[in-house]
């Protein structure tokens, strides 16, 4: 008979958000409706076709480190996830444990790209630039690349890789087992949590750091969700200017920051005496194969993903009590997500009832991008220990194609034992994650 796997459990937990820098402060937000999204100020964005986004604001990451010196000039992305992984390694008990074995402690995060160095790198542009023949000029391009030595700054070069953050939590918490990061958009850290699990269910770690960080606040981030039509222009009233399953929603906001979680195995928790906060009991990953920017129209990947976590999990849609949703915002995301929510809960087309509550927490915090998933199974891990799922804010009129149960506006108090959490990427990237009470 063959052995069943190890149960996977999260025992620590830890974010950097536009909301706040620690757990409690920022859940009072999402289940009170308190928005992060404000006017842009990481650079001038007054002539942006979108001025605002959801920043980290107040936030200094030396205070969470034991070692300053080792990161002395990391980029804004690694620097969330310094302090998202001190809150989490805290909260695990594992600042005071001694008996880790660091070979066997491991890091999986959806680390995205850290910020690009804007002013030298369109300064070497600009200097191969000629003006007057409209084109780049070969022998001024030549003279532009001499020049990078002295415009550039290696540390802030190598600090945008984004394998950055990885090799800075390797180094502030002595982690020498398996390493790996994966960027697949806006499902990157959902995946990686995932697949974190998958590695310790097959005995190759004993603790796993996962989670993941990003930031796009930077002039090419914006230009280019912009020229994707991606991003609300909604610039009159920033504040309610993320409404996921609107009727009049005109697309996501930008946010930024990081979500970090403690995985390990059942056996390994309860030997050294953590507490359990939750178990990731089902994952599932699939790709659309269709578009690079569009869902498959169906919802193919989204559904077949979902069934996939569902069954990993052994249990069936009825038992999940909460879907936190991708819920960005933008007129495709939500239409096809609400799709693929009936594909899996509603193939008969019976009672939309039957279908357990929605809700969406970019509608506060903006869309963290690499790092959305990882916050919202925190998100998931908090609704279920308070009963409490956290509400889509700004929803009014919901759009006629959105016609589920959303959670509007209010927190709802209410039994949470299962929270299916999903992450959507560009590229058609689709991952859920099936988070249960431990």
């Given amino acids: 008979m063959s052995q069943q796997p190890p149960k996977v459990v999260i025992t620590g937990m830890g974010w ?3 909301l706040g820098h620690d757990l409690d402060t920022v859940w009072a937000g999402l289940t009170t409706g308190k928005t992060g999204i404000d006017r ?4 001038d964005a ?3 076709p979108t001025t605002f986004s959801a920043e980290v604001r107040n936030y200094d990451y030396r205070q969470y480190v034991r070692h300053p010196e080792l990161h002395e000039h990391v980029g804004l992305n690694t620097s969330y996830a310094l302090g998202a992984a001190a809150q989490a390694w805290k909260q695990a008990g594992l600042d005071a444990f001694d008996g880790l074995d660091r070979d066997r402690l491991g890091l999986y995060l959806g680390a995205g790209e850290g910020t690009l160095d804007f002013v030298p790198y369109v300064g070497t542009n600009l200097a191969a630039w000629d003006a007057d023949a409209n084109t780049v000029d070969g022998q001024r391009w030549a003279a532009a690349a001499k020049s990078g030595p002295t415009a550039f700054d290696a540390a802030r070069e190598a600090e945008q890789e984004p ?3 990885l090799a800075h939590l390797a180094m502030e918490f002595d982690a020498r087992g398996p390493a790996y990061n994966c960027l697949t ?5 959902t995946q990686a949590i995932g697949e974190a699990r998958e590695i310790l269910m097959r005995g190759d770690a004993d603790v796993m750091i996962t989670g993941g960080c990003h930031t796009m606040i930077h002039p090419l981030g914006v230009t280019g969700f912009n020229r994707l039509t991606a991003l609300s222009n909604r610039n009159d009233e920033p504040a309610t200017a993320s409404r996921p399953f609107s009727a009049d929603r005109d697309g996501f906001v930008m946010g930024e920051g990081a979500g970090i979680l403690i ?3 059942e056996a390994h928790a309860k030997a050294r005496g953590a507490a359990i906060l939750a178990e990731v009991a089902g994952y599932g990953s699939t790709a659309d194969a ?3 920017t569009d869902i498959h129209p169906d919802g193919r990947g989204a559904a077949l993903a979902m069934e996939q976590a569902l069954d990993g999990a052994g249990i069936t849609p009825g038992d999940v009590d909460w879907i936190a949703a991708h819920g960005t915002g933008t007129q495709e995301n939500d239409k096809i997500e609400t799709k693929a929510i009936k594909r899996v809960f509603l193939p008969e087309n019976e009672d939309k009832s ?11 915090l903006g869309h963290l991008i690499a790092a959305a998933g990882a916050v919202q199974a925190i998100a998931a891990v908090l609704a279920i220990r308070d009963k409490t799922i956290p509400p889509t804010a700004n929803l009014h009129t919901p759009a006629p194609e959105c016609d589920l149960d959303y959670v509007p506006n209010e927190a709802r108090k209410t039994d949470v034992n299962t929270v299916l959490s999903n992450s959507f990427g560009f590229g058609g990237q689709n991952d859920t994650l099936v988070i249960r009470r431990g």
Wanted: proline share 11%; with cysteine; glycine share 0%.
């Fill in 16 to 18: 950097v958000t536009p």
């Fill in 163 to 165: 394998n950055m953050p």
């Fill in 40 to 43: 842009t100020s990481h650079f």
């Fill in 263 to 265: 995985l390990e195995t």
């Fill in 185 to 189: 958009a806006c499902a990157a850290s």
């Fill in 46 to 48: 007054s002539t942006f």
């Fill in 290 to 292: 269709y578009r690079i």
């Fill in 354 to 364: 039957k279908v357990p509550p929605i809700s969406s927490v970019k509608s506060m």
